[in-house]
């Protein structure tokens, strides 16, 4: 048996926390030989303590041979100590009507804290995955807050957004969702992200070709899967939940399955014409756990160009807004 790693998931007794935390345990995220021990960080708040108790009884009652211990703080210090993923998904979801980036003054200020705090005690190899919205843009803020870890073990979920994509292109072509390949996210994770369908393929072919409507490719397409978020806010009323985690469990499994190609959120560096400075999604390789490097070799069409502007202007006037607080 390995020994156990230690993952640190924030906003752990929330609704996302409820879905992700069993599957970690079960082994779904870093595999059936890895052992686990969970540090679960939540809010100083007596309630969301008190609904952590139970969610670590409920654990403890699943008898997972994977999950060899349970840590439960408000303190961030204990609970990032020595974490080799920090999971931080511990953020104010939206409400009907609210866009992500309206989250930013009050969520950017717990991921500047994360960040200098996971600097300071995380193990060495951490890695960061940020969920909490506006996710691109906290990450941003937290990385911009370490010293010694270096931004690349900083990336932000887009995996949800690159899920909903292949699920909608397998529908309008009426095939398994399996056929389905090669669907990446650009940019934010808002309404302006890119799904580059052009690069797609569908049973081995181009995706424009078998679904031969360039119309809803670039029109319905792109606005269901950059609107779904809201679109299960008006439905359930609350956030996605179950799809956000299991995406979480995607982007850790495919981070740490070298080979895997899929699309994170990372410093962009220029890539594809994004700000360097902004967290953007593009598609990636894994070269080793944890480790991976950006596939810059898409050709864009004037289209997609258009869209890569606009979701890089959303990310740069992000990072304008909360420039002060990460000074
Ligand atoms: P939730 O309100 O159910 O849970 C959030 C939890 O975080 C709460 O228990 C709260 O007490 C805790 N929390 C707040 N501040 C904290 C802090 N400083 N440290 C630790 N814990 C803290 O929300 P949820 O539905 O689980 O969503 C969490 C976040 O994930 C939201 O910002 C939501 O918008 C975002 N989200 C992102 C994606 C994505 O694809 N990136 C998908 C779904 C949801
Ligand atoms: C999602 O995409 O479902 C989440 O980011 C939640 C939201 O606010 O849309």
Not at 64 to 83: N, S
Not at 219 to 240: D, L, M, N, T
Request: glycine share 8%; with cysteine.
């Amino acid at each position: 048996m390995k020994s156990p790693i230690r993952v640190a998931v924030t906003g752990a007794a929330g609704q996302i926390g409820y879905s992700l935390l069993f599957r970690i345990a079960s082994g779904a995220m870093f595999g059936p030989e890895q052992p686990v021990i969970l540090q679960l960080i939540e809010a100083p708040i007596e309630k969301a303590m008190k609904a952590l108790e139970g969610v670590a009884m409920e654990l403890d009652d699943c008898a997972f041979p994977l999950l060899k211990g349970i840590v439960m703080t408000d303190d961030p210090k204990v609970g990032f100590k020595d974490a080799n993923w920090c999971l931080l998904v511990g953020a104010k979801p939206r409400g009907p009507g609210m866009e992500r980036a309206d989250l930013l003054k009050d969520n950017g200020r717990i991921f500047i804290a994360q960040g200098q705090i996971i600097d300071q005690v995380a193990a060495d190899d951490a890695r960061v995955a940020v969920v909490g919205n506006p996710a691109n843009t906290n990450c941003m803020i937290a990385a911009s807050q370490a010293r010694r870890l270096t931004p690349d073990r900083f990336t932000a979920m887009v995996r949800l957004d690159q899920n909903r994509a292949q699920t909608q292109l397998a529908k309008k072509a009426g095939v398994d969702l399996t056929e389905v390949k090669n669907i990446f996210i650009y940019g934010n994770h808002s309404p302006t992200m890119f799904p580059a369908f052009a690069h797609a393929t569908i049973g081995g072919k181009p995706a424009p070709v078998v679904i031969n409507d360039a119309a809803w490719l670039q029109g319905p397409f792109c606005e269901i899967v950059g609107k779904r978020g809201a679109a299960i806010i008006a439905a359930r009323g609350a956030s996605s939940a179950a799809s956000a985690a299991n995406a979480l469990v995607d982007h850790v499994r495919s981070l740490t399955t070298p080979g895997a190609i899929h699309s994170i959120a990372v410093k962009s560096n220029g890539t594809y014409g994004f700000d360097p400075n902004v967290w953007a999604g593009m598609p990636v390789k894994t070269t080793s756990p944890g480790s991976y490097e950006v596939i810059t070799n898409y050709t864009m069409d004037d289209f997609a160009k258009s869209k890569l502007a606009a979701t890089n202007k959303e990310l740069v006037d992000e990072r304008s807004f909360v420039a002060e607080m990460i000074k």
